[in-house]
């Protein structure tokens, strides 16, 4: 099961990490099938399940139950936007011709996915400018 970066219960070592953006975790938090497949899976394998705090600004929906979301945001390693990591996320953005304005949020969520250990998946709904950010180094796979 994944841990939150703020001090949860230690674990085994992961396998890796599946990252998600904010459509992804608004799926989760609506149940979607496909992607509570993904979750399941991710924990069957001792796969973090990894997001930003950003993220989570950018995919609450005030319809959703808190208790829901509560449950899946214990269930996932939330990572904090430091500056280093902001910084990270400005380089991306430079590299890949992006503006801060349109791209911050999928900035730092990309970053968060390259600074993960082992192979790295994002469920995304924004493949085509992810893949401008991560550059090839994190699988891809359009929710």
Known sequence: MARRSDGGT???LSAGALVLDSQGLALAAADDLRVAGYLKSAVAR???VVTST???LEAVDPKQPKARWAYLLSRIQI???TLELTMRAMSLLRDSGLHGHKYAIDSVIAATAMACSGPVTMLTSDVDDMSKLC????LLVQV
């Open 10 to 12: 230690p674990g085994r």
């Open 54 to 56: 950003l993220t989570l």
């Open 46 to 48: 001792d796969i973090r």
């Open 135 to 138: 550059d090839g180094r994190v």
């Open 79 to 81: 990572e904090d936007v």
